[in-house]
């Protein structure tokens, strides 16, 4: 699990950043002492619904994955949205809205597997009813516009869910996939099976040490500054927060760091983790002038929390299972970074 570093020059230097008097605070201590409720892990013989509530797929190419998940017992029901399109989408709002109800009031569906991510599940968290979910919690899986369910399902219900690749990632011939390829596809596996998680990764020159212990939420960056202020903004207070995004200019990241500071995101986290970023070139002439080490701790440096970078989640081949809304543990040192479920 081990990355190479991306490290492009030396933090920047400067003073402190000030207090800023009109910062939002989200912080909630109802929600924050509640116990995240886990859904029941998975066996032999449970059924994963695949479903498309944001970008569409072709039921050929989810081929690969349903053969693998049914390879490791599992049983396999496609929704209706699976081969459904509307430009981008997986079919209209109201077809991805109905195939997401569907899957959620199923009692013989386990856990919910999003297909792909894109673009969409924003247009239509608000016309889902989870009153069947909170009663019979089921797991559900994903990344990148899935952001918008994670965080949704943890401000509201406080309840666990899985992200990680989806069925678009699995490779065709399993027995010619690279190592790192089957290896963060099985940890979906071992996560809907209820192993305890434990990750490591080489420590970075720009990490913050130090220890802490909290629920983990996140995801996509772009995707929590956009849920600001909204029924799925994230709240953040007393946790780890990880963060990832792709195709994103310098300036736009440091925009979204700005945001997560001004509303009073950075302020109470127990420890920071910062995964992979793919980061579009600055335009010739119009360079922004810091890296994203250089962004990020600018933010942070009023806060003495643990802070790593290089962290295998994100729009990358070593994207790992995590479990959001569960509690972990994460270790800073200059030898190695663990994140651990307790």
């Known amino acids: 699990m081990n990355r190479k570093h991306f490290l492009s020059s030396m933090l920047a230097t400067g003073t402190l950043l000030p207090s800023l008097p009109g910062m939002a605070s989200d912080r909630f201590p109802e929600s924050i002492?509640?116990?995240?409720?886990?859904?029941?892990?998975?066996?032999?013989?449970?059924?994963?619904?695949?479903?498309?509530?944001?970008?569409?797929?072709?039921?050929?190419?989810?081929?690969?994955?349903?053969q693998q998940m049914k390879s490791w017992g599992f049983n396999i029901k496609v929704g209706d949205t699976v081969g459904k399109r509307d430009f981008t989408f997986g079919g209209t709002d109201a077809d991805r809205a109905a195939d997401f109800q569907q899957m959620m009031d199923d009692t013989g569906v386990q856990a919910i597997m999003c297909a792909r991510g894109g673009y969409g599940f924003?247009?239509?968290?608000?016309?889902?009813?989870?009153?069947?979910?909170?009663?019979?919690?089921?797991?559900?899986?994903?990344?990148?516009d899935i952001t918008v369910l994670h965080g949704h399902l943890n401000r509201n219900y406080g309840m666990a869910s899985i992200h990680s690749k989806m069925t678009n990632s699995f490779p065709d011939d399993w027995s010619k996939a690279e190592p790192i390829q089957v290896e963060t596809i099985l940890s979906i596996k071992q996560a809907l099976m209820g192993e305890t998680m434990k990750y490591t990764t080489v420590p970075s020159a720009f990490n913050r040490a130090?220890?802490?212990?909290?629920?983990?939420?996140?995801?996509?960056?772009?995707?929590?500054?956009?849920l600001a202020g909204s029924k799925s903004d994230i709240q953040t207070a007393g946790k780890l927060l990880f963060v990832e995004d792709t195709g994103e200019?310098?300036?736009?990241?440091?925009?979204?760091?700005?945001?997560?500071?001004?509303?009073?995101?950075?302020?109470?986290?127990?420890?920071?983790?910062?995964?992979g970023f793919k980061v579009k070139?600055?335009?010739?002439?119009?360079?922004?002038?810091?890296?994203?080490?250089?962004?990020?701790?600018?933010?942070?440096r009023n806060f003495d929390y643990p802070v790593c970078f290089d962290f295998p989640?994100?729009?990358?081949?070593?994207?790992?299972?995590?479990?959001?809304?569960?509690?972990?543990?994460?270790?800073?040192?200059?030898?190695?970074?663990?994140?651990?479920?307790?």
């Open 313 to 342: 989640v994100g729009h990358q081949k070593n994207n790992y299972a995590l479990k959001c809304g569960v509690v972990h543990r994460l270790e800073v040192s200059l030898e190695k970074i663990a994140l651990t479920e307790v």
């Open 33 to 66: 002492s509640k116990k995240p409720v886990i859904p029941p892990y998975l066996k032999p013989g449970d059924t994963i619904g695949i479903t498309c509530p944001a970008g569409y797929i072709m039921l050929k190419d989810i081929e690969p994955a349903i």
């Open 210 to 226: 130090g220890t802490a212990t909290g629920v983990l939420v996140g995801g996509n960056l772009k995707t929590i500054e956009t």
């Open 249 to 275: 200019y310098l300036y736009s990241i440091d925009r979204m760091f700005w945001n997560l500071l001004r509303t009073g995101k950075l302020q109470e986290l127990k420890g920071l983790i910062v995964g």
């Open 122 to 144: 924003v247009r239509i968290v608000d016309r889902l009813d989870f009153s069947k979910l909170v009663s019979k919690p089921k797991w559900i899986i994903g990344f990148s």
């Open 281 to 300: 070139p600055d335009d010739p002439g119009d360079e922004f002038g810091r890296t994203l080490q250089d962004i990020v701790m600018e933010k942070v």
